[in-house]
Structures are given as C-alpha cells and as structure tokens.
C-alpha cells in the first residue's frame, strides 16, 4: 500500500520558533543565523526543507540566507518559496548573489539593481572584496487603475 507524501507548505514563520530556522541551518553545515528583526519565510514538508530571511531595509526588504536542504535541491522549491514571500510584499526586495545564480533570481523576476540604499551599497562593497556578487532588485507589480 503506498503512503500518501505530505504537501510542501510555504510560509512565514512565527518568531517564537525562529530557533528552527537556525537548527535548520547548522544541519545543513551553513554559517547562515536568523537575526531578531528579521522575517523568516520556510519551505517545510513535516520538517523545514528549505528557509530564507527578509531584512527590514529603507523603503524595501533585503533577502539573506535562502537555502534548501542538499538532498532537496533542483525540485523547484526555492522557486515557490521566493514567489509566495515576494507576492506578500508592498515594496522592493533586494538580494546579493553569486553570478553563477543571475539565471535563476532573473526566472524569479529579479532585476540587477542600479540603485541600491546606502546601507546595502556599503555592505555590497564589503563582501565583494572577498567575493563576487552582484546586487538584484525585485519590483512588486504596478497595478493599473481605472
């Protein structure tokens, strides 16, 4: 008799319980931590399978740590999860990422940014001094009115 697979549920998760975003991270040998005022969104199928956090930044968000566990990649989870966090938001989301992942943020609909606020463009230049990255910009969708 074959046993019915659990459905993958995408969402935020309550503060109260962002130490499993944590324990999910150092399970999967990630340097990667939630701050506090951070909002975590997760991908979980009975455990977390995958987490991302959204920083509070001028005007927007800034995504850090996504990342899906190892023997769940290339499943299409970390598309779902970035698009059900993405359509929650009022404003712009920014992301650093390895030039090796521009294909794949720019399937999520990010842009590279042009324009960054000055606490992201201080920490771009930061990290790219130890490594390459560049810096991506997602847009919400402009409603037209009648």
């Keep these: 008799m074959s046993q019915a697979v659990e459905a993958i549920h995408y969402q ?35 455990q977390i399978i995958a987490a991302c956090c959204l920083k509070p930044i001028e005007h927007g968000q800034w995504l850090t740590a996504l990342l899906v566990a190892s023997q769940r990649r290339q499943q299409g989870i970390a598309s779902t999860l970035l698009r059900q966090l993405l359509h929650s938001r009022a404003g712009p989301v920014w992301l650093f ?50």
């Design 97 to 146: 990422c390895h030039p090796d992942l521009l294909a794949f943020y720019q399937r999520q609909g990010f842009q590279l940014a042009t324009k960054l606020p000055a606490a992201l463009t201080d920490r771009l230049r930061r990290y790219q001094q130890k490594q390459p990255l560049l810096a991506l910009v997602w847009q919400p969708p402009i409603l037209a009115v009648d």
């Design 12 to 46: 935020p998760l309550a503060n109260e319980l962002l130490p499993l975003a944590n324990k999910f991270y150092k399970s999967q040998r990630s340097n990667m931590r939630v701050g506090r005022s951070e909002q975590v969104w997760i991908a979980r199928q009975g």
